[in-house]
């Protein structure tokens, strides 16, 4: 049994995955262009996109965000705070990320429709002729292009929705679940290598 449990702990620790991030001020977490309290402020750009890049470093696993700040920033209240604001706007960037795909294959499956329904009408009015041929034909000029892009670009959008935006739906889920931790350092020691 014990054997078990150390196998299963060390999977989960290896499972882990630890982002460390060094700030000076909660303005390097929040922006500082935002005059609202700290728990209304939006949260910076650069610092997201550095959460990104180290994400791209370390794709697997679940994350523990350690944010090592100076001492005089160490409040619980602030801690519980800014964890709860990070994880709601991950959150709210995941649910915007998982609409606009959504969104995306909505569009594709409309593509389809329109461009099965426009091969169909023409096939249908050239196998039982129910309009003269040369309507057949002026139609055929406008359907069969239309009809082909549609099904083909909707196929598109259903099968390889942007990556771009699967794999940042993928990271802001990540974010949203993610431990955040504080480690605090003394003014002049020096900061953590990672």
């Given at each position: 049994?014990?054997?078990?449990?150390?196998?299963?702990?060390?999977?989960?620790?290896?499972?882990?995955?630890?982002?460390?991030?060094?700030?000076?001020?909660?303005?390097?977490?929040?922006?500082?262009?935002?005059?609202?309290?700290?728990?209304?402020r939006t949260v910076s750009g650069d610092?997201?996109?550095?959460?990104?890049?180290?994400?791209?470093?370390?794709?697997?696993?679940?994350?523990?965000?350690?944010?090592?700040?100076?001492?005089?920033?160490?409040?619980?209240?602030?801690?519980?705070?800014?964890?709860?604001?990070?994880?709601?706007?991950?959150?709210?960037?995941?649910?915007?990320?998982?609409?606009?795909?959504?969104?995306?294959?909505?569009?594709?499956?409309?593509?389809?429709?329109?461009?099965?329904?426009?091969?169909?009408?023409?096939?249908?009015?050239?196998?039982?002729?129910?309009?003269?041929?040369?309507?057949?034909?002026?139609?055929?000029?406008?359907?069969?292009?239309?009809?082909?892009?549609?099904?083909?670009?909707?196929?598109?959008?259903?099968?390889?929705?942007?990556?771009?935006?699967?794999?940042?739906?993928?990271?802001?889920?990540?974010?949203?679940?993610?431990?955040?931790?504080?480690?605090?350092?003394?003014?002049?020691?020096?900061?953590?290598?990672?």
């Open positions: 049994m014990k054997e078990k449990i150390n196998k299963e702990t060390q999977q989960r620790i290896q499972d882990l995955r630890e982002i460390a991030v060094v700030i000076d001020t909660w303005d390097d977490i929040f922006s500082d262009f935002d005059p609202r309290p700290l728990n209304e610092f997201v996109e550095e959460l990104k890049k180290r994400y791209r470093e370390t794709r697997k696993g679940e994350f523990v965000i350690v944010i090592y700040a100076p001492i005089s920033l160490k409040n619980k209240e602030s801690e519980q705070m800014v964890a709860r604001h990070l994880k709601e706007h991950f959150h709210h960037s995941f649910l915007q990320k998982k609409k606009i795909i959504k969104r995306i294959r909505i569009r594709g499956a409309i593509f389809v429709g329109v461009g099965i329904c426009s091969l169909g009408f023409l096939t249908t009015a050239t196998y039982f002729k129910f309009l003269s041929v040369l309507a057949i034909e002026i139609m055929a000029i406008i359907l069969m292009p239309l009809g082909w892009f549609g099904f083909w670009e909707g196929l598109s959008k259903l099968i390889d929705t942007s990556p771009a935006f699967i794999q940042e739906e993928i990271l802001f889920d990540k974010l949203s679940r993610a431990t955040f931790l504080f480690k605090y350092i003394e003014e002049g020691v020096q900061e953590p290598q990672r």
